[in-house]
T-cell receptor
Framework: GNSVTQMEGPVTLSEEAFLTINCTYT??????LFWYVQYPGEGLQLLLK?????DKGSNKGFEATYRKETTSFHLEKGSVQVSDSAVYFC???????????FGTGTLLAVQP | NAGVMQNPRHLVRRRGQEARLRCSPM?????VYWYRQLPEEGLKFMVY????????ESGMPKERFSAEFPKEGPSILRIQQVVRGDSAAYFC??????????????FGQGTRLTVV
């Protein structure tokens, strides 16, 4: 079945450092891919998405490119801020019932 | 347009009691998902419902758990005879359509269930 694998956290960075959070997926067909962010005590918010191969999703300085050849959707940001500290979830939507499934999440901690 | 509303935000139940978690989707959304988030773990899919129908319940435990999304009113996740292992955050999400896979799901703030 469909699945998502994320790099394990926590990821600890200094402010203004470059961020990469790896995400790979296994899916039949052509799923849509998403990154969600969860701030402490809150629900998930959509950060960005891509619906077909080679699409690049971007928002708030974050970006991710849908790579079908490597089945990846890595999240990147050129210069992180303390306010980016949160848990980041990679997700895909597809399959027979089109359900949305998530990776295990990666905790990002940005230090001043 | 209010977002996805979940209530209660916090729920405490004694072992053996029943827990009822409610989710009102965004206006115009007819698809609802329930997820469970255990401490230090990711989001685990539980069930996917459309109005009056269960589309996918492959993530639901076989016993004690049930979900419904009636024609009128919120979606309900019901846990009977709760045990300590049921303590978790339960999140609901809604989307306007399942046919278009790119439609994003909007999440509620979750219900944090504590079983004592």
């Amino acid at each position: 079945g469909n699945s998502v694998t994320q790099m394990e956290g926590p990821v600890t960075l200094s402010e203004e450092a470059f961020l990469t959070i790896n995400c790979t997926y296994t899916a039949t067909g052509y799923p849509s891919l998403f990154w969600y962010v969860q701030y402490p005590g809150e629900g998930l918010q959509l950060l960005l998405k891509a619906t077909k191969a080679d699409d690049k999703g971007s928002n708030k300085g974050f970006e991710a490119t849908y790579r079908k050849e490597t089945t990846s959707f890595h999240l990147e940001k050129g210069s992180v801020q303390v306010s980016d500290s949160a848990v980041y979830f990679c997700a895909l939507r597809g399959g027979a019932t089109n359900k949305l499934i998530f990776g295990t999440g990666t905790l990002l901690a940005v230090q001043p | 347009n209010a977002g996805v509303m979940q209530n209660p935000r916090h729920l405490v139940r004694r072992r053996g009691q029943e827990a009822r978690l409610r989710c009102s989707p965004m206006k115009g959304h007819s698809h609802v998902y329930w997820y469970r988030q255990l401490p230090e773990e990711g989001l685990k899919f539980m069930v996917y419902l459309q109005k009056e129908n269960i589309i996918d319940e492959s993530g639901m435990p076989k016993e004690r758990f049930s979900a419904e999304f009636p024609k009128e009113g919120p979606s309900i996740l019901r846990i009977q005879q709760v045990v300590r292992g049921d303590s978790a955050a339960y999140f609901c999400a809604s989307s306007p359509t399942a046919v278009a896979g790119e439609a994003e799901a909007f999440f509620g703030q979750g219900t944090r269930l504590t079983v004592v």
